[in-house]
């Protein structure tokens, strides 16, 4: 199964981008985000198991056929935790003299065959295991397996994204490091939702600050830990209102 790009390109910048894939870049980088916290990566496939044990001692108690359900499928769903829901977002970014390309994929998707063959069965026993449920839990049931059986209709494939921002390389721009979110995110000034760009940076922070400052005009740099002190910098001419 390939992997597909979804473009989220508004129609006005798609001259732009085409002469973008065509044009040499001035500078790129890539870097690796977890999409959940780590604790995350373990604790799905932990409620998942303490709701199959409910179901099983509610039907009447572990039996020999629960057991083995429990125990064939926790390392499977530690593997879909750890390998697919909670597999890191790989981010590549590109300046071009046009704009800024950025997408992402998750990681997972170069074990594809098997991971979302493995998704798949999930979603198709989650049926019958929702229906049991149900008849004994109720509508309580949907909040756990009903969510497999509503995928077994759909089973999610996997995507990237592409985006691409442009720049205009006379204005001046404000550079604001995201402490929390470890982000750069160069936004012109006057400011304009239009012109601005964010991107994740990782250990690369200091290289990529040094390269985005000889690239634009950059009027000054600021370090904030939410959006909101972001939008309402004292380094705006004018306070922007944050987004709506």
Known sequence: MPLEF?????DEDLPLYEKSKQSDALYEWEEMVPPIPPYSRWLVPAIAECFAFIVFLSIGGIDLIGISFILLTTPLLLFLGYGVIGADLHYQYRITPYGIESSYYQKAVK?????????TFFCVIGIPVCIIAFLVMGPLAFVGAGGFALMAFKPPRPHGKIFFDTVDYDAEYVLFFHTKLNTLSL???PHDYHIEFEGYVGTQKEAIKTQLMSLFHVHGYYEVTNFEELYSHSAFPEAAHPRR
């Open 6 to 10: 979804k473009v989220f390109i508004d």
């Open 111 to 119: 074990a594809v065959k098997a991971v979302y063959s493995i998704n």
């Open 187 to 189: 936004t012109a000034i």
